[in-house]
């Protein structure tokens, strides 16, 4: 059974930090191009940034709104993707969902977590 | 970037009916397309990819064409547990990006 399990969600005031984490397993993941997408009032579901494989040097790509505040990592022994946020901002808040990358061929989704940015 | 427009935001329809929902990219994205299903607290399910094939285990009432910028989605006997929110999203190349969603209820 493939499982992708994110973490880390939570409560946080405009200009600070959090660090969202997805356990995966039942697949393989070192073999998959990972994303994550998030669902937000403002903009609905929108592809937050994505990250290649080992193979494809580890290459990552984010949404405009996001670059330079956001990184994606991978931890390949562990099958964990990590997804850090900074400079907070209000229009962040929203449900964030770890998933597999279309370029992959495969469509797995975490259940998310709820990220709110609020003073 | 591309854009993608899905309409009707909204459609209400009688069990039985049949449902059509279209998107339009604003660029030529190939079949680079999928439709997805989003129930309340779910995470998006993945009906249609490649903009008309149907993921493994979903019901064949549920179909999908089109290429290049025009797409159309098709529920051809609207089923009582068919009531979701649905989005269009291409993948021709990052950013994807989602359609603003079709809310769907049973009139």
């Known amino acids: 059974e493939v499982l992708l399990v994110e973490s880390g969600g939570g409560l946080v005031k405009p200009g600070g930090s959090l660090r969202l984490s997805c356990a995966a397993s039942g697949f393989t993941f070192n073999n998959a191009w990972m994303s994550w997408v998030r669902q937000t009032p403002g903009k609905g579901l929108e592809w937050v940034g994505r990250?290649?494989?080992?193979?494809?040097?580890?290459?990552?790509d984010y949404t405009a709104p996001v670059k330079g505040r956001f990184t994606i990592s991978r931890d390949d022994s562990k099958n964990i993707l990590g997804l850090q946020m900074n400079s907070l901002e209000d229009e962040d808040t929203g449900v964030y969902y770890c998933?597999?990358?279309?370029?992959?061929?495969?469509?797995?989704w975490g259940q998310g977590t709820l990220v709110t940015v609020s003073s | 970037d591309i854009r993608m427009t899905q309409s009707p935001s909204s459609l209400s329809a009688s069990v039985g009916d049949r449902v059509t929902i279209t998107c339009q990219a604003s660029?030529?994205?190939?079949?680079?397309l999928n439709w997805y299903q989003q129930k309340p607290r779910k995470a998006p399910k993945l009906l249609i990819y490649a903009a008309s094939n149907l993921e493994p285990g979903v019901p064949s009432r549920f179909s999908g064409s089109g290429s290049g910028t025009e797409f159309t989605f098709t529920i051809s006997s609207l089923q009582p547990e068919d009531i979701a929110t649905y989005y269009c999203?291409?993948?021709?190349?990052?950013?994807?990006?989602f359609g603003q969603g079709t809310t769907l209820e049973i009139k």
């Open positions: 999203q291409h993948y021709d190349y990052f950013p994807y990006s």
């Open positions: 660029e030529d994205i190939n079949d680079s």
């Open positions: 990250i290649k494989t080992k193979t494809d040097g580890w290459k990552t």
């Open positions: 998933t597999t990358d279309p370029a992959s061929g495969l469509d797995y």
